[in-house]
């Protein structure tokens, strides 16, 4: 198909998760300017490449698009910043229910959740992400992000739980009250 | 289900992810346990906390733009003569034709590599506004509503002139993204006839509108006054275009 008869259909199917594309990319980015830097690149990579695709989860198929492009650029633009090594079968069991602390039981404040998010590991931010925010179910991100379902799940558990102590620690240690 | 089958499954259980018997299961064992129960909720309440509207980062719409208009340089490029193919064509061509179209090359070679994606850039925007209902952000036929409302929302004052006198009436203004900024964009309309006027600040000296290029049949007009790099485009015949630039830039 050639890319003036594609870009219709490309913009009927793709373009309407620009908004989950940009918030995947600034969540991993951590900036507007680089965030939108990968959003632009990825999108072109997805335009090339759209003639092949043929899932019924274009989301999904951004996203991936989205969260390579970001990798690729973090390698190219931040090589002193490494991505954690993640020994995932290291990673405890998820128990949630045996955690001690005092967690907090209602909704933290945006800030102090959005600080707590930008401390996760980048491999821990993905998935609370796609999980969280895009509600995507474990078998779309294990497809997503290229991952057993079963370390979707460990680290989705892991991401959690680190997020809930930092939240019990903000809270009590003087943070917003 | 006891306690000791249930926890693994909580965090499925919380993300709609267990099958139906054991969905079931676990409705049935958490009446009966306030650790787990206590876990869910620890887990539900931190489900809210990240799903708060402020922590979701929409695409802005100067993203949404430029995405488009690269899409839509990219899928009606233009095609670049080949060097070679022009130079095959000599020949056959008159001595003052070959001195004109080496005029041409030189011209075409000497601009700046830039040159031909902003003008991409300026056709596609110009594309989408005649699409997307003119895409206006401001409606009004009043320069002093238009200008006004540019106010904080760029950081330059693009000069706004009502040309309804001249045949040229102004409908409104948008902030648009054109060469990795946001620029003004000011629409008139003459007839049938949209015209999109792009404004930004630029360092060039001030110049008289001149036909800059055609572009899949709209007339693309540029100039420079008061500290501003302006284009015009439209599908108005040029000389109109041109008369209405002049009026503009006066
Ligand atoms: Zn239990």
């Known amino acids: 198909m050639e890319a003036r008869e594609r870009l219709p259909a490309f913009e009927q199917t793709v373009l309407p998760h620009l908004d989950a594309a940009h918030n995947l990319a600034r969540w991993l980015a951590g900036n507007d300017q680089d965030a939108q830097d990968v959003v632009q690149e990825a999108c072109l990579r997805a335009f090339k490449f759209f003639g092949g695709f043929r899932g019924d989860n274009p989301r999904a198929w951004l996203l991936a698009i989205v969260r390579n492009t970001f990798y690729t650029w973090l390698r190219q633009n931040r090589p002193a910043i490494p991505t954690v090594e993640l020994d995932d079968a290291a990673l405890e069991v998820a128990d949630p229910a045996a955690a001690g602390e005092a967690l907090q039981t209602r909704q933290a404040d945006a800030e102090t959740v959005r600080r707590a998010i930008a401390a996760l590991p980048v491999e821990f931010r993905e998935i609370i992400v796609l999980r969280e925010m895009e509600a995507m179910s474990y078998k779309d991100i294990a497809i997503l992000a290229d991952l057993p379902i079963g370390t979707v799940m460990s680290r989705l558990a892991r991401a959690r739980k680190l997020l809930q102590k930092q939240l019990a620690r903000e809270y009590q240690t003087g943070g917003p009250s | ?250």
Not at chain 2, 28 to 55: D, K, N
Not at chain 2, 120 to 146: C, G, W
């Open chain 2, 1 to 250: 289900m006891n306690c000791e089958q249930a926890r693994p499954l909580l965090a499925a259980y919380v993300d709609g992810e267990l099958d139906t018997v054991r969905m079931l299961e676990m409705e049935g064992h958490l009446p009966a346990c306030p650790a787990c129960t206590r876990a869910v909720r620890e887990l539900q309440q931190l489900q809210q906390s990240l799903r708060q509207e402020s922590l979701y980062h929409p695409a802005p719409a100067a993203l949404r733009r430029n995405v488009l208009a690269e899409l839509s340089a990219q899928a009606r490029p233009e095609p670049k003569p080949a060097f070679w193919s022009w130079f095959r064509l000599v020949p056959a061509l008159s001595g003052a034709m070959v001195v004109c179209l080496a005029a041409l090359l030189a011209v075409t070679l000497n601009r700046p590599s830039g040159h031909e994606q902003l003008t991409a850039e300026i056709v596609s925007s110009h594309i989408r506004s005649l699409m997307a209902n003119h895409a206006l952000d401001v409606v009004s036929t009043d320069q002093h509503t238009v200008k006004p409302w540019f106010n904080g929302r760029v950081d330059f004052a693009p000069p706004v002139k009502d040309l309804a006198a001249q045949g040229f009436p102004l409908i409104g203004g948008r902030l648009d993204y054109l060469h990795h900024r946001t620029v003004a964009a000011l629409v008139f309309q003459r007839n049938k006839h949209i015209i999109n006027v792009f404004l930004w600040p630029g360092s060039e000296k001030n110049s008289a509108p001149s036909l800059d290029s055609v572009r899949q049949g709209f007339n693309l007009i540029h100039w420079n006054q008061g500290g501003m790099t302006c284009w015009a485009i439209s599908d108005l015949n040029p000389t109109e275009l041109l008369e209405f630039t002049r009026d503009f830039a006066l």
